[in-house]
């Protein structure tokens, strides 16, 4: 279920950051699909960093854009559920990873 929840918020924000043009931040958010593999601890606090910073970058999104269909007086309801419910995703992906079994999987391999 985490390794799921991971590459689902992994490929979410790497079209995101595709879709905004940002090559270095797309190939950057691509990583956690490759990292959950590798049990290592650096990998996990990568995982977790890059989980992180999306989620506050899809708040960012989400304001930004709510903003300025609400001023346009476009839409904006529709653009607000699906931007919840993706932080909702990462949100619940990084709580997951607080899970010590997750924890676990990583530390062990850490010798």
């Known amino acids: 279920m985490w390794v799921f929840l991971t590459i689902l ?45 999306g989620t506050l970058d899809w708040f960012r999104t989400l304001f930004r854009i709510v903003s300025e269909r609400a001023k346009e007086g476009k839409p904006w ?18 709580l997951i990873l607080r899970k010590r079994e997750i924890k676990e999987k990583f530390t062990h391999s850490k010798q």
């Open 9 to 53: 918020c992994s490929l979410f924000l790497t079209l995101h950051f595709f879709r905004m043009g940002l090559l270095i931040f797309t190939l950057a958010s691509l990583s956690p699909i490759f990292l959950v593999f590798i049990r290592k601890w650096w990998s996990y606090l990568t995982i977790n960093a890059i989980i992180f910073l």
């Open 77 to 94: 309801f529709m653009a607000f559920i699906i931007l919840s419910i993706v932080i909702f995703i990462n949100i619940l992906t990084l």
